[in-house]
Structure formats: C-alpha cells, structure tokens
C-alpha cells in the first residue's frame, strides 16, 4: 500500500482541526469546551488556556462563515423552490426570512468555532506569555 504523501497529511491535520472548531472544541488540546453559555464564548481555553481571540472584533470571521453559508443555501433553496414548486412570492420571502434568522442564530456556534480553528492554523490562536512578577 502507498504511503500518503504530506499534502495528504496536512489536509487531513486541516480538517481535524475545523472540525474540531466545529465541534467547539479547543482547536490546540481537542479538550476544552469553546462555550460556557448559549451565546458566551471563553476567552481561554479551561484545558490548555490558549486564547481564542487576540482583540476585539475577531468574532466577524465567524459571522461571515455563517452568513456565506446562509445566503448560499437560500440562493440555491429560493431557485430550486421556485422551479419545482411555483409558491407565491410572498411565501418565499417570509419563509427565507424566517430561515435565514433561525439559521443564523443555530448556526452562531459553530460558526464562531470554525472561525477559533482557521484562526489558530493560521497561528493567531496560542497561549498567552506567563506575566513576570517584579
């Protein structure tokens, strides 16, 4: 049998660690748990106690994932719906409005995740410096 060759290691080592965010787990240790709440975020992880977010508004990547995702599926939902079924307008506008809200507030979490793990393969996520005592 062929060895895999790195290209295939590090693609596999990529996804682990999104799926990792997607799970909300810490993307460094796969231990830690990313929320404490339904809406709030550690700032560190309980494990490892690397720092998901380095400074305010960091938390936009994970907002654009979802929302990439959700207009994605209500593009090609919207055509699809429209082709096969013929609904009245009205019904697709209060149901892909309805969708998209209820989409994005489902999907915030892991977005956000997925965001923490593309933020540490970048190398923007890692444990915060021990502070000297003088």
Request: aromatic share 14%; proline share 6%; charged share 20%.
């Amino acid at each position: 049998m062929p060895s895999k060759t790195n290209d295939e290691k590090d693609m596999r080592y990529y996804l682990e660690k999104l799926w990792l965010g997607f799970r909300l787990r810490c993307p460094n240790c796969g231990q830690g748990k990313m929320f404490s709440g339904l809406f709030r975020m550690e700032p560190t992880c309980p494990h490892c106690h690397v720092r998901y977010e380095r400074s305010s508004g960091e938390s936009l990547g994970g907002m654009m994932i979802g929302l990439i995702i959700v207009e994605l599926i209500t593009v090609g939902g919207y055509l699809l719906s429209d082709v096969l079924f013929r609904p009245p307008l009205l019904f697709q506008m209060v149901f892909w409005v309805a969708f998209n809200l209820a989409f994005c507030l489902a999907f915030y979490r892991p977005a956000r995740g997925m965001w923490v793990s593309v933020t540490y393969l970048t190398g923007g996520v890692y444990a915060d410096e021990p502070a000297e005592t003088s």
